[in-house]
């Protein structure tokens, strides 16, 4: 079997294994059951203390919403002060000058927002100060709102009736200290054991064999890439992501990295059967989500190691598959399974450029996103999932003539309103964004100049691209087709707006509707109970993912990767 192959395999069986019994961790660290890490308690009492929490406070969904929301808006200041003033802040050897007020509020709402989306180039366009006290640290907080937005939910389902469904601070905190923290350690460990530097040294000056002077960035880099993973955020240390050799050195820290991406989403579908005790249903939400990532793998492997077409004309044999904008290092196949681990969740950080990929490996990529629900970023990805659950329940009870219930409670008008918008949001402003900026650059060429120009490559690739960048803001994934030019006040300010409404819109639907549910009084089920943890409801749910989300983009895909594959 092929290396590369053969390395893809490993990964997605050792995922599967382990996500089981990291699942179950997560369902006793939410539910206040002993765990091996209890000896962090201490940590945690004392930073309630400091913040003036209760952590024996009940929220109602509202109060819970209010809370995130809060703690959201906070850091987001915090981030752009820092970032506009980094040139005046300590632990910045190399001399980067601050971020321009447009760039920080749209670092400052990418990252914010678990999305990650840089319009900047990471080694040069931020210091190590902020690269710790704003990236690093809002890549544990947001992973860790998105976590404890989800474990809210579930104790909103597991409940009978409830009118309250956690404290978000208590979740929060131990997301990050019981879950997060730890394994960002390991795989810290791992990095650089295999040379990813951790340090505070500034640009090493080297001389290559031709007798040039070169520098190379360096840095804590150790201490970021490993929660970029783990909390499915994606913004690269390096302006070229895992793809430079100090940020991902080895084949090695290619598996351990891309195997951090999915752990805790795949874990999470696990710890909501646990959590809830109803494990077959989760049995069967993961199976649909493996499926879906799995067929997008084997896709993604046959179009990138069966190389272009225009070369096979010209005679030249492609042994080693499609291996423009990839690393040697890491081959088509590693890169083929990275992009679609990257898109089926919220992470977005990239081993090599899809902007290179094949047009049909670039679609898939793109429906990963548009989709938006295969696993997804930790937390909000089973949340997206749960929002077309709603919707095939209350379809599949008037199809069949049952009463729309999910978990014993009755699904009724008003929770479907709020899926249905939540469901058409994610289509909406991904289209509408890209119809603008379509327009935009057929019909008012003097603007699209007068901010340096956008697209480097045209016509189906070149509305690919505008697609893509949509597309990744409203997924709070980040990745890119990097042949826009996007450091523009158009592309900083529209893509920020997509990213706020693309991140809070669902969740605060998402848990209104849990909480909804949760104060319903809680109907025993019966004959006439429609079974939510068969097959058959499994294969309606994905029917309906695929026809409200998948359909929706299906012009917009002509358009671009589908137009692109005819014309090769």
Same mark, same amino acid.
């Given at each position: 079997?092929?290396?590369?192959?053969?390395?893809?395999?490993?990964?997605?069986?050792?995922?599967?294994?382990?996500?089981?019994?990291?699942?179950?961790?997560?369902?006793?660290?939410?539910?206040?059951?002993?765990?091996?890490?209890?000896?962090?308690?201490?940590?945690?009492?004392?930073?309630?203390?400091?913040?003036?929490?209760?952590?024996?406070?009940?929220?109602?969904?509202?109060?819970?919403?209010?809370?995130?929301?809060?703690?959201?808006?906070?850091?987001?200041?915090?981030?752009?002060?820092?970032?506009?003033?980094?040139?005046?802040?300590?632990?910045?050897?190399?001399?980067?000058?601050?971020?321009?007020?447009?760039?920080?509020?749209?670092?400052?709402?990418?990252?914010?927002?678990?999305?990650?989306?840089?319009?900047?180039?990471?080694?040069?366009?931020?210091?190590?100060?902020?690269?710790?006290?704003?990236?690093? /640290?809002?890549?544990? $907080?947001?992973?860790?709102?998105?976590? &404890?937005? #989800?474990? !809210?939910?579930?104790? @909103?389902?597991?409940?009978?009736?409830?009118?309250?469904?956690?404290?978000?601070?208590?979740?929060?905190?131990?997301?990050?200290?019981?879950?997060?923290?730890?394994?960002?350690?390991?795989?810290?460990?791992?990095?650089?054991?295999?040379?990813?530097?951790?340090?505070?040294?500034?640009?090493?000056?080297?001389?290559?064999?031709?007798?040039?002077?070169?520098?190379?960035?360096?840095?804590?880099?150790?201490?970021?890439?490993?929660?970029?993973?783990?909390?499915?955020?994606?913004?690269?240390?390096?302006?070229?992501?895992?793809?430079?050799?100090?940020?991902?050195?080895?084949?090695?820290?290619?598996?351990?990295?891309?195997?951090?991406?999915?752990?805790?989403?795949?874990?999470?579908?696990?710890?909501?059967?646990?959590?809830?005790?109803?494990?077959? /249903?989760?049995?069967? $939400?993961?199976?649909?989500?493996?499926? &879906?990532? #799995?067929? !997008?793998?084997?896709? @993604?492997?046959?179009?990138?190691?069966?190389?272009?077409?225009?070369?096979?004309?010209?005679?030249?044999?492609?042994?080693?598959?499609?291996?423009?904008?990839?690393?040697?290092?890491?081959?088509?196949?590693?890169?083929?399974?990275?992009?679609?681990?990257?898109?089926?969740?919220?992470?977005?950080?990239?081993?090599?450029?899809?902007?290179?990929?094949?047009?049909?490996?670039?679609?898939?990529?793109?429906?990963?996103?548009?989709?938006?629900c295969w696993f997804g970023g930790v937390g909000v990805g089973f949340m997206n999932y749960y929002t077309f659950l709603i919707i095939a329940v209350f379809i599949s009870?008037?199809?069949?003539?049952?009463?729309?219930?999910?978990?014993?409670?009755?699904?009724?008008?008003?929770?479907?309103?709020?899926?249905?918008?939540?469901?058409?949001?994610?289509?909406? $402003?991904?289209?509408?964004?890209?119809?603008?900026?379509?327009?935009?650059?057929?019909? @008012?060429?003097?603007?699209?100049?007068?901010?340096?120009?956008?697209?480097?490559?045209?016509?189906?690739?070149?509305?690919?691209?505008?697609?893509?960048?949509?597309?990744?803001?409203?997924?709070?994934?980040?990745?890119?087709?990097?042949?826009?030019?996007?450091?523009?006040?158009?592309?900083?300010?529209?893509?920020?707006?997509?990213?706020?409404?693309?991140?809070?819109?669902?969740?605060?639907?998402?848990?209104?509707?849990?909480?909804?549910?949760?104060?319903?009084?809680?109907?025993?089920?019966?004959?006439?109970?429609?079974?939510?943890?068969?097959?058959?409801?499994?294969?309606?749910?994905?029917?309906?993912?695929?026809?409200?989300?998948?359909?929706?983009?299906?012009?917009?895909?002509?358009?671009?990767?589908?137009?692109?594959?005819?014309?090769?």
């Open positions: 079997m092929n290396t590369e192959i053969l390395g893809s395999v490993l990964q997605i069986v050792a995922l599967v294994v382990l996500s089981y019994p990291l699942g179950r961790y997560i369902a006793k660290v939410y539910k206040g059951e002993r765990t091996w890490l209890d000896f962090m308690a201490p940590v945690e009492k004392w930073m309630y203390k400091i913040c003036g929490i209760d952590p024996n406070e009940e929220m109602g969904w509202k109060k819970f919403l209010f809370a995130l929301l809060t703690v959201n808006v906070f850091w987001f200041f915090w981030g752009m002060v820092l970032l506009v003033c980094q040139g005046w802040l300590p632990l910045n050897p190399d001399g980067n000058a601050g971020q321009s007020p447009d760039l920080a509020f749209n670092t400052c709402i990418s990252f914010m927002v678990n999305c990650n989306l840089q319009h900047y180039s990471g080694e040069s366009g931020l210091t190590y100060f902020t690269q710790l006290f704003v990236i690093m /640290l809002f890549q544990f $907080i947001t992973a860790g709102c998105g976590m &404890a937005a #989800l474990a !809210g939910m579930f104790k @909103a389902m597991a409940a009978k009736t409830t009118r309250t469904i956690g404290n978000f601070w208590v979740l929060l905190v131990k997301s990050c200290t019981r879950i997060l923290f730890p394994l960002s350690l390991i795989v810290g460990f791992i990095l650089i054991l295999n040379g990813t530097p951790m340090g505070f040294d500034g640009k090493m000056e080297l001389t290559t064999l031709e007798g040039a002077a070169q520098t190379v960035s360096q840095g804590p880099t150790a201490a970021i890439v490993p929660i970029k993973q783990l909390g499915t955020n994606g913004g690269g240390y390096f302006g070229v992501n895992s793809s430079h050799p100090l940020e991902n050195p080895t084949f090695l820290t290619n598996m351990v990295e891309c195997w951090s991406i999915l752990i805790i989403p795949m874990a999470m579908v696990f710890a909501f059967g646990f959590y809830i005790k109803r494990k077959k /249903l989760a049995y069967t $939400i993961y199976g649909v989500m493996l499926v &879906a990532y #799995l067929v !997008g793998i084997c896709f @993604a492997h046959h179009f990138e190691m069966a190389g272009n077409p225009r070369i096979d004309e010209m005679g030249i044999a492609q042994n080693i598959g499609s291996m423009e904008g990839k690393e040697m290092r890491i081959g088509a196949a590693g890169t083929a399974t990275w992009s679609q681990t990257t898109t089926v969740t919220s992470n977005g950080s990239v081993n090599g450029m899809h902007d290179s990929t094949m047009p049909l490996t670039g679609m898939f990529t793109m429906l990963n996103m548009m989709i938006n009870g008037l199809m069949v003539g049952r009463t729309p219930e999910f978990l014993g409670k009755k699904v009724e008008a008003r929770e479907m309103k709020i899926a249905s918008i939540v469901a058409l949001c994610h289509p909406f $402003i991904i289209l509408v964004g890209t119809a603008i900026a379509a327009y935009l650059y057929a019909h @008012a060429p003097g603007f699209v100049e007068s901010e340096g120009g956008w697209l480097n490559n045209p016509s189906f690739h070149g509305f690919s691209e505008m697609l893509y960048e949509y597309t990744s803001s409203a997924a709070n994934n980040g990745s890119g087709f990097e042949g826009l030019g996007d450091n523009t006040y158009f592309w900083n300010f529209t893509c920020g707006l997509v990213l706020i409404l693309g991140r809070y819109l669902p969740i605060v639907g998402q848990v209104a509707i849990a909480g909804l549910l949760a104060n319903k009084k809680f109907i025993p089920e019966s004959a006439g109970t429609l079974k939510t943890d068969t097959v058959t409801f499994a294969v309606m749910t994905f029917a309906v993912i695929f026809i409200v989300a998948a359909l929706s983009f299906f012009p917009a895909l002509s358009l671009g990767p589908i137009a692109e594959y005819f014309s090769l």
